[in-house]
């Protein structure tokens, strides 16, 4: 992204919250940010785009830093989940982002108010899928009711613990003691054998998502394979090749591994078609995103 449009972005983000969404006007988006209409238009369609490219480039963000804490680290440790879910809301809490969760969740706006819910789903995808990283895949039956639970502890003592306290306070004790409380209820309920959503719910909601783009992604690299202008290109065709194999076979493909062959692909750019290279890049970030959330 260029640093104009970011600087749209930050300066709108700023507006939105100082006057509320329905309240900023697309006019008082160029006069705050100095740019003129056509410049706008070429960013963004609408004020609702520029409202989504916000909540994402904000998400992009913290998934990064959420991501970071696991390097090196047991992904079972519910320790490091602890600090994840610090993390993440204590960068909602700098960004305001719950404000403009609630405004667009009231407005009668079905494509903000479709981005936010389909969000709020993916995050339960990501608490469902850590779960099972911590609590083990014969848990994996109750762990999607104790991932809407725990959205649930957490959001309703987060609201509360603000209201009593100073909201500058720490938010730690708060997540610690509802991580604390969705650990106890996984042992009651995964004893009791007790479920009331089934987890393949969720998971053919994003497996359709998923196959869709790894389809897609497929047709991408043949097509690439195709272009290539030189047969001696082999380490071209590898690269492809791992890329490939990585996205579709691989139960968790290793981001920083295919980042890493792309950046080696773009080596070869000569030797094939660039345009859709560029397809490519935007395909994979597509297939990661799928498999990730928006903000809680």
């Given at each position: 992204?260029?640093?104009?449009?970011?600087?749209?972005?930050?300066?709108?983000?700023?507006?939105?919250?100082?006057?509320?969404?329905?309240?900023?006007?697309?006019?008082?988006?160029?006069?705050?940010?100095?740019?003129?209409?056509?410049?706008?238009?070429?960013?963004?369609?609408?004020k609702?785009?520029?409202?989504?490219?916000?909540?994402?480039?904000?998400?992009?963000?913290?998934?990064?830093?959420?991501?970071?804490?696991?390097?090196?680290?047991?992904?079972?440790?519910?320790?490091?989940?602890t600090?994840?879910?610090?993390?993440?809301?204590?960068?909602?809490?700098?960004?305001?982002?719950?404000?403009?969760?609630?405004?667009?969740?009231?407005?009668?706006?079905?494509?903000?108010?479709?981005?936010?819910?389909?969000?709020?789903?993916?995050?339960?995808?990501w608490?469902?899928?850590?779960?099972?990283?911590?609590?083990?895949?014969?848990?994996?039956?109750?762990?999607?009711?104790?991932?809407?639970?725990?959205?649930?502890?957490?959001?309703?003592?987060?609201?509360?613990?603000?209201?009593?306290?100073?909201f500058?306070?720490?938010?730690?004790?708060?997540?610690?003691y509802?991580?604390?409380?969705?650990?106890?209820?996984?042992?009651?309920?995964?004893?009791?054998?007790?479920?009331?959503?089934?987890?393949?719910?969720?998971?053919?909601?994003?497996?359709?998502t998923?196959?869709?783009?790894?389809?897609?992604?497929?047709?991408?690299?043949?097509?690439?394979?195709?272009?290539?202008?030189?047969?001696?290109?082999?380490d071209?065709?590898?690269?492809?090749?791992?890329?490939?194999?990585?996205?579709?076979?691989?139960?968790?493909?290793?981001?920083?591994?295919i980042?890493?062959?792309?950046?080696?692909?773009n080596?070869?750019?000569?030797?094939?078609?660039?345009?859709?290279?560029?397809?490519?890049?935007?395909?994979?970030?597509s297939?990661?995103?799928?498999?990730?959330?928006?903000?809680?």
């Open positions: 992204m260029n640093n104009r449009k970011m600087h749209v972005i930050k300066k709108a983000h700023q507006l939105f919250l100082e006057k509320g969404f329905q309240a900023t006007s697309i006019q008082d988006i160029l006069d705050y940010s100095g740019i003129s209409k056509g410049t706008f238009y070429n960013y963004f369609s609408s609702n785009e520029l409202l989504i490219s916000i909540f994402k480039t904000l998400h992009e963000k913290m998934e990064s830093e959420r991501d970071k804490l696991l390097i090196g680290q047991d992904p079972s440790s519910i320790e490091v989940f600090q994840q879910i610090e993390l993440q809301m204590n960068m909602n809490r700098t960004n305001k982002l719950v404000a403009l969760f609630e405004e667009v969740l009231v407005s009668n706006d079905p494509e903000l108010k479709q981005f936010i819910k389909e969000g709020q789903l993916r995050m339960v995808n608490i469902f899928t850590r779960f099972i990283e911590i609590f083990g895949e014969d848990k994996k039956p109750y762990l999607l009711d104790c991932a809407v639970m725990f959205l649930g502890i957490l959001h309703h003592n987060v609201k509360y613990y603000t209201k009593f306290f100073e500058s306070s720490s938010i730690n004790p708060v997540v610690r509802s991580v604390e409380r969705i650990r106890r209820v996984v042992e009651e309920v995964s004893s009791a054998g007790d479920y009331l959503l089934k987890p393949e719910l969720i998971e053919n909601r994003f497996q359709q998923d196959h869709r783009n790894l389809h897609i992604l497929c047709k991408s690299i043949l097509t690439l394979k195709k272009s290539i202008k030189q047969e001696d290109q082999n071209c065709m590898d690269l492809l090749d791992f890329i490939q194999e990585e996205m579709i076979h691989s139960k968790k493909p290793r981001k920083f591994l980042e890493s062959a792309i950046q080696s692909l080596r070869c750019i000569a030797f094939m078609d660039a345009k859709e290279f560029e397809n490519l890049e935007k395909l994979v970030l297939c990661f995103k799928s498999l990730e959330e928006e903000p809680v």
